[in-house]
């Protein structure tokens, strides 16, 4: 049976693209994609689509995609309605508490306020803190936040800290480890076993693929 494969625009793609590529899979045409967003497997029975993150797991949850390739911090956001089957390894990076050197948002007495692109991650970890935040929901270039005062602090991923050293701001707690992870359609892992199982021991990592 055919296998649609929904893969994340963006920051994941390269990498996903070459693990494919290195796999086995017949991947030329997502190589010299232009606009196209639909590409057939050349060697196997495979079709893949490019989404943005959070579509890759709407596309999973409604069976449209039989699998996904998404990033944890967009699992963890939201969507619940799948199965995470594979720790792929790579874009790794982790979700942060970050603020002002000098002014740690975790020491703040009362009401603080968190700039983040991600609500309900952190919505969740100042609650179980038990802290009074408000959650200022960013959709960008989330760093300026507290820098132009709109925040106390953020809650952001960083992959080098690059952008919150440039920028005058420092970790204050780590959050959780990220990095991309295979996503199957429930009914799929029953329906397509054969296929899903397939791709989960393609896309497995082994000694050579340590890093
Ligand atoms: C992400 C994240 C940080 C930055 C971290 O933003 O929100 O801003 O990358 O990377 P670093 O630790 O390597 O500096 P992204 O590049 O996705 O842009 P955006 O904030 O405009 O969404």
Same mark, same amino acid.
């Not at 017949?26 to 497997?41: N, P």
């Not at 797991?57 to 956001?77: C, F, N, P």
């Given at each position: 049976m055919?296998l649609?494969?929904?893969?994340?625009k963006?920051?994941?793609? %390269?990498k996903?693209?070459?693990?494919?590529?290195? %796999?086995?899979?017949g991947? $030329?045409?997502?190589?010299? %994609?232009?606009?196209?967003?639909v590409?057939?497997? !050349?060697?196997?029975?495979?079709?893949?689509?490019?989404? %943005?993150? #959070?579509?890759?797991?709407?596309?999973?949850?409604?069976?449209?995609?039989?699998?996904?390739?998404? =990033?944890?911090? !967009?699992?963890m $956001?939201? =969507?619940?309605?799948?199965? $995470?089957?594979?720790?792929? =390894?790579?874009?790794?990076c982790?979700?942060?508490?970050?603020?002002?050197?000098?002014? #740690?948002?975790?020491?703040?007495?009362?009401?603080?306020?968190?700039? !983040?692109?991600?609500?309900?991650?952190?919505?969740?970890?100042?609650?179980?803190?038990?802290?009074?935040v $408000?959650?200022?929901?960013?959709?960008? /270039?989330?760093?300026? /936040?507290?820098v132009?005062?709109?925040?106390?602090?953020?809650?952001d991923?960083?992959?080098?800290?690059?952008?919150?050293?440039? #920028?005058?701001?420092?970790?204050?707690?780590?959050v959780?480890?990220?990095?991309?992870?295979?996503?199957? #359609?429930?009914?799929?892992f029953? !329906?397509?076993?054969?296929?899903?199982?397939?791709?989960?021991?393609?896309?497995?990592?082994?000694?050579?693929?340590?890093?």
């Amino acid at each position: 049976m055919s296998l649609a494969i929904a893969l994340t625009k963006g920051r994941l793609e %390269k990498k996903t693209i070459e693990l494919l590529e290195q %796999k086995g899979y017949g991947i $030329e045409s997502l190589k010299a %994609k232009g606009r196209q967003l639909v590409f057939q497997d !050349t060697k196997k029975d495979v079709k893949y689509f490019l989404v %943005k993150a #959070n579509d890759c797991i709407t596309y999973v949850e409604h069976g449209v995609a039989d699998v996904g390739v998404v =990033g944890k911090d !967009t699992l963890m $956001e939201g =969507g619940k309605d799948y199965y $995470e089957l594979l720790d792929l =390894g790579f874009g790794r990076c982790k979700f942060i508490v970050g603020g002002m050197e000098g002014k #740690n948002p975790l020491e703040k007495t009362g009401h603080v306020k968190i700039g !983040t692109k991600y609500p309900n991650v952190a919505l969740d970890y100042f609650q179980r803190k038990g802290m009074d935040v $408000e959650i200022i929901k960013i959709d960008g /270039s989330v760093e300026l /936040s507290p820098v132009l005062g709109l925040c106390d602090g953020i809650v952001d991923i960083m992959e080098t800290g690059a952008t919150l050293k440039e #920028n005058g701001l420092v970790v204050y707690d780590e959050v959780a480890d990220i990095s991309a992870r295979l996503i199957v #359609n429930k009914a799929a892992f029953k !329906t397509k076993r054969e296929e899903v199982m397939q791709i989960i021991k393609d896309l497995e990592r082994n000694e050579e693929d340590a890093e």
